[in-house]
């Protein structure tokens, strides 16, 4: 039987996922999407016994039947929340995690430090570190995008969240693409990248990662650290004097990345846990 409340519906769509192993709050999450309503809202639609309109609900009958199939949750909303702000997100860009947020804090903690400053974000994908970091300081951004797929989402992402910033779609290693946007040796306070860090014989163990994030934003050679083991040559030649470097990485690969830093001249390499004790990222200085 068709179910004829909100609560009912939600009630359902939660066992149903359950089923196929995924917990949390997605079905809250889908029907307040469907129904044009906040979370909160929707909460009180549930408590209040409230219908669910015939089009919200074959709209979120659709969405759960796609999340049920483990389709990603922000393929479906076509948004992702990142610290302030809703990224628009699909297929061909990886789908921003909360703890990259620690990456930007990181960021903005040197950067409250510096007079004025240019940023470089390598491997911006959807453009969450970048305009994080242009919404949160008085910093210049330039992001990088080589994927040509994600670089569609970034622009739409820089045009309504971060117009001020700049956005190339090169390679971070094109030197004359780089100083088109202003970026040349000694010009950077900031470079940061959430790069691929997969070893490439591993498998994600999440199927949504596994099946759903673009294969070049997750895999970096044999260990996992050919780009970040370009670019930290590329950052050292970038960044002034007193300039952070930051990454992104595997919590087991922080030691390796520290050696890499030192080698390329960087001095205080630290690596930093994030909110579940995880080794997230390593940052030092030029």
């Known amino acids: 039987m068709q179910p004829s409340s909100v609560s009912d519906a939600v009630r359902d769509a939660r066992a149903r996922l359950s089923a196929v192993g995924i917990e949390g709050p997605d ?26 309109e015939a089009d919200a609900l074959a709209r979120f009958a659709r969405a759960v039947a796609r999340r049920e199939s483990r ?30 947020e620690l990456l930007v804090d990181v960021a903005l903690r040197h950067l409250r430090r510096a007079e004025s400053a240019l940023v470089l974000d390598v491997g911006t994908g959807s453009g969450a570190v970048a305009i994080a970091i242009a919404r949160e300081s008085g910093a210049r951004v330039v992001a990088v995008e080589r994927s040509p797929a994600a670089y569609v989402w970034a622009r739409r992402n820089f045009d309504e969240l971060a117009p001020e910033a700049t956005l190339l779609h090169a390679d971070a290693r094109d030197l004359q693409a780089l100083a088109s946007a202003g970026v040349s040796p000694g010009s950077l306070a900031a470079f940061v990248s959430n790069p691929p860090y997969v070893p490439d014989a591993s498998v994600p163990l999440d199927h949504e990662v596994r099946h759903f ?29 007193g300039g952070l470097v930051a990454f992104e990485h595997a919590e087991h690969q922080g030691e390796a990345i520290r050696e890499m830093l030192a080698d390329a001249g960087f001095t ?19």
């Open 27 to 52: 079905a809250e999450l889908l029907a307040a999407w469907a129904s044009g309503s906040s979370f909160g809202e929707l909460r009180v639609e549930m408590a209040m016994g409230r219908a669910f």
């Open 71 to 100: 389709e990603p949750l922000q393929h479906i909303t076509g948004t992702a929340p990142f610290r302030h702000v809703d990224l628009r997100v699909g297929p061909g860009v990886f789908t921003p995690r909360p703890e990259t």
């Open 213 to 241: 994030d673009p294969h070049a934003a997750l895999y970096s050679g044999a260990d996992g650290l050919d780009l970040i083991r370009s670019l930290a040559p590329l950052a050292a030649d970038l960044l002034a004097p």
């Open 268 to 286: 205080r390499a630290h690596t930093h846990a994030d909110l579940a004790g995880r080794d997230r990222v390593t940052a030092a200085i030029r």
